[in-house]
């Protein structure tokens, strides 16, 4: 059996790319405090997944929920891993203040407080590593998802800055930039075959992404590999946030 590599925390692990690098997690030797506000979604995961992993219901918008999820750790985490989303559609002049606050404040807020309580505990203990899940759109602005963008770009500059902060604690910060990946809150938009020919048409290297592609990266950055890797954005898209000028007649 595989060593234990210590703790890892994943929030939005119970569905899509989160159960999936979930999985990956395990699969390493950690052992995975899966985090999502879909409490059957995580419980169910954990279930399968037996001593190596514990799903909690935490949101990762209520402060006192994600400071008492994180010290109900037995022990800092090395690996936190902040994938919990929601993307809300809809060109800027018809969407709600709703809308636009649901997506900052899970994807940026979010990430913003489970990091702090996380560096907090990783701090004492010598370092560790967060992952943060941002966009393609964080790179480049794409129709109809105004706040997703907003906040996914603010997700690279908040990565970027915990980098510096707590660089000498030992704690290393990147993010991930998935593109368009068949899976999570993508995978309805490519149920369309025209829409998918469309999309997958304008990636240089020709196919969708998977939530396995994001996770090896997330994994990597995790891991002693990347030892000094930090303050980093990699966009895991097959080259989409280099294509503008892709298959362009010359
Ligand atoms: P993707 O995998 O493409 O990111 P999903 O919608 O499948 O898309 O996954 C996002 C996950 O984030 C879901 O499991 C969802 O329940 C979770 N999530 C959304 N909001 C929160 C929140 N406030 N706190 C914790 N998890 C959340």
């Given at each position: 059996?595989?060593?234990v590599?210590?703790?890892?925390?994943?929030?939005?692990?119970?569905?899509?790319?989160?159960?999936?690098?979930?999985?990956h997690?395990?699969?390493?030797?950690?052992?995975?405090?899966?985090?999502?506000?879909?409490?059957?979604?995580?419980?169910?995961?954990?279930?399968?997944?037996?001593?190596?992993?514990?799903?909690?219901?935490?949101?990762?918008?209520?402060?006192?929920?994600?400071?008492?999820?994180?010290?109900?750790?037995?022990?800092a985490?090395?690996?936190?891993?902040?994938?919990?989303?929601?993307?809300?559609?809809?060109?800027?002049?018809?969407?709600?203040?709703?809308?636009w606050r649901a997506?900052?404040?899970?994807?940026?807020?979010?990430?913003?407080?489970?990091?702090?309580?996380?560096?907090?505990r990783?701090?004492d203990?010598g370092?560790?590593?967060?992952?943060?899940?941002?966009?393609?759109?964080?790179?480049?602005?794409?129709?109809?998802?105004?706040?997703?963008t907003a906040?996914?770009a603010?997700?690279?500059k908040?990565?970027?800055?915990?980098?510096?902060?707590?660089?000498?604690?030992?704690?290393?910060?990147?993010?991930?930039?998935?593109?368009?990946?068949?899976?999570?809150m993508?995978?309805?938009?490519?149920?369309?075959?025209?829409?998918?020919?469309?999309r997958?048409?304008?990636?240089?290297?020709?196919?969708?992404?998977?939530?396995?592609?994001?996770?090896?990266t997330?994994?990597?950055?995790?891991?002693?590999?990347?030892?000094?890797?930090?303050?980093?954005?990699?966009?895991?898209?097959?080259g989409?946030?280099?294509?503008?000028?892709?298959?362009?007649?010359?």
């Amino acid at each position: 059996m595989k060593a234990v590599t210590g703790w890892a925390v994943v929030t939005g692990a119970g569905n899509g790319i989160g159960a999936v690098i979930t999985r990956h997690a395990v699969k390493a030797g950690y052992r995975v405090a899966a985090w999502d506000v879909d409490e059957k979604a995580v419980t169910a995961l954990a279930a399968e997944l037996g001593a190596s992993c514990v799903g909690t219901a935490v949101d990762v918008t209520d402060e006192e929920a994600v400071n008492a999820a994180m010290a109900a750790l037995p022990e800092a985490p090395k690996l936190v891993v902040n994938n919990a989303g929601v993307v809300r559609f809809g060109p800027l002049l018809d969407l709600s203040v709703a809308d636009w606050r649901a997506a900052v404040e899970v994807n940026l807020t979010g990430t913003f407080l489970v990091s702090r309580a996380a560096a907090r505990r990783m701090i004492d203990a010598g370092g560790g590593a967060i992952v943060n899940i941002s966009s393609i759109n964080g790179i480049a602005a794409a129709p109809n998802a105004g706040a997703y963008t907003a906040s996914k770009a603010a997700v690279i500059k908040l990565t970027e800055h915990m980098a510096l902060e707590w660089g000498d604690a030992g704690i290393r910060v990147n993010a991930v930039a998935p593109g368009l990946i068949n899976a999570g809150m993508s995978e309805p938009i490519f149920a369309d075959p025209e829409v998918r020919a469309l999309r997958q048409g304008r990636v240089p290297m020709g196919r969708l992404g998977s939530a396995d592609d994001v996770a090896e990266t997330v994994m990597y950055l995790g891991s002693p590999k990347a030892a000094y890797v930090t303050a980093q954005t990699i966009a895991v898209d097959g080259g989409i946030t280099a294509s503008a000028l892709h298959k362009m007649p010359r």
